[in-house]
């Protein structure tokens, strides 16, 4: 009977402990609106969870969530006070103006390293890095993506492309792949500085190793969460919105034309934005401060955020914001032709800490374009257990995504035609 009453005591006194620093996070941020939960956004537990109000929001929330919760709360920043983590404030931001003086003030916004902490299994890294640790890998880095290697990075990827139609899909006519992804793992094999084969050491077993290079690709990229989550284990027809892409002047270039291919890298912008592979990028507040941004009515609203608060730059928020993108539900890659609202696109980050590697992706990203689009015209595979659906259907099953490190298409099952 004492035993209980001693325990009782302490879980409600613990109870009353977590209720007081709750309700102080939200006094301090003067209620500003948004979701009260007891997982934070970034909390495992919660992360597995599916959606439960009040408990969790459940896994690729940040994608699934588009611009709606910014709706939903009246302005484009909204708060999440969660019980877990110690009683966890943060500020979700779809505001393009307070997303660049976040990004571009490191000092009063770093990263908050803690949660780069998974990524530190391989060593300590430039991504998961801050202060002078992060400048002298920056500047140890930095040389490698010249615009010299940036050339390598093409004519690489078209001789990889070349080894793909000749050696893997024989030149046929027609080809069929259940999954993309595990293509374009290979494609991504460059950026090891690996030279591979598509018949050889990229898919056989290399003496005295236990797998093929393409299955440690597939093994690292797949089973990325399992290695976060548990360290310790695991040492139809075209759609027609795309259908102009295929422009027949859009053959093999060389990289010095790069320039030239605008509607490449407009498509492939516009997949960025309706993707982006990093929905959000974290930051913490290093001091009291204060981020403006408007509400539905264009009025103003001053957010306080304490020292201490998480600073979430939510690139899915932004790129599918309305006060920036027409129609940002659309695939339009026309938007970027033109003028168009630089500081509302984020998928490589921004200020210092941005992507390195943006021009390397881009470059590579846009040869496989022109290589694929100027030899083969792309349709969704035909498969009998779909037969049937509507091409919302459709297209619901092959764009859903999947939350990993980044996001990922589910299964994308492909058809490749060579065009005559
Ligand atoms: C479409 C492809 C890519 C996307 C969308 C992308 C996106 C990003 C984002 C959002 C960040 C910031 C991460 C953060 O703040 O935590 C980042 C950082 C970085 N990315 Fe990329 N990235 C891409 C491709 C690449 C490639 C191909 C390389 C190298 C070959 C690369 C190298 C880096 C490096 C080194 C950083 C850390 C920069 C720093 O902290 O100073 N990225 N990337």
Redesign the pocket.
């Given at each position: 009977m004492g035993l209980k009453l001693v325990i009782g005591s302490f879980c409600l006194l613990y109870a009353c402990h977590k209720f007081v620093g709750f309700w102080r996070a939200i006094q301090s941020i003067k209620n500003h609106p948004g979701h009260r939960l007891i997982f934070s956004l970034d909390n495992i537990i919660g992360s597995l969870l599916p959606k439960i109000k009040y408990l969790s929001l459940g896994r690729n929330s940040a994608f699934l969530g588009k611009h709606d919760p910014f709706v939903l709360f009246g302005s484009d920043i909204y708060s999440v006070v969660s019980i877990s983590n110690n009683i966890q404030t943060t500020f979700v931001l779809a505001d393009a103006a307070a997303i660049k003086e976040v990004a571009y003030s490191r000092a009063r916004f770093p990263?908050p390293v803690h949660h780069y902490k998974a990524l530190t299994f391989y060593g300590r890294n430039?991504?998961a890095s801050e202060g002078d640790e992060?400048k002298t890998y920056?500047k140890i880095?930095a040389p490698a993506f010249s615009n010299r290697n940036n050339k390598l990075v093409w004519d690489e990827t078209l001789q990889i492309m070349e080894g793909l139609f000749a050696e893997v899909w024989e030149n046929k006519d027609v080809i069929s792949v259940d999954h993309f992804l595990e293509t374009t793992m290979l494609l991504g094999s460059g950026?090891f500085g690996k030279k591979i084969s598509w018949t050889e050491d990229g898919v056989t077993m290399a003496p005295g190793h236990q797998m093929s290079f393409k299955e440690a690709l597939h093994v690292v990229t797949t089973n990325f969460i399992i290695k976060i989550v548990v360290p310790k284990l695991s040492s139809g027809e075209q759609k027609p919105e795309f259908s102009n892409i295929t422009s027949p002047k859009q053959t093999i270039q060389t990289y010095e034309n790069m320039p030239q291919l605008t509607y490449c890298l407009a498509v492939f912008y516009e997949a960025?934005r309706l993707f982006p592979?990093?929905t959000t990028?974290p930051k913490i507040s290093a001091e009291d401060t204060t981020l403006t941004t408007v509400d539905i009515n264009g009025g103003r609203v001053n957010v306080p955020v304490p020292k201490g608060c998480h600073v979430s730059l939510s690139a899915v928020g932004l790129h599918y914001n309305p006060r920036y993108w027409e129609d940002p539900h659309a695939f339009k890659p026309e938007r970027f032709l033109g003028v168009w609202p630089r500081d509302a696109f984020l998928?490589?980050?921004s200020g210092a800490?941005a992507?390195?590697?943006k021009k390397?992706?881009e470059t590579e990203?846009i040869a496989i374009l022109t290589m694929l689009i100027s030899r083969y015209k792309i349709t969704i595979k035909e498969e009998a257990s779909f037969a049937g659906e509507t091409f919302e259907e459709r297209k619901e099953r092959v764009l859903s995504t999947r939350r990993g490190m980044t996001i990922t298409p589910v299964r994308m099952p492909l058809t490749f035609t060579r065009r005559t």
């Open positions: 990263k430039i991504v992060w920056r880095s950026r960025l592979p990093a990028i998928p490589f980050s800490r992507c390195l590697g390397f992706a990203g």
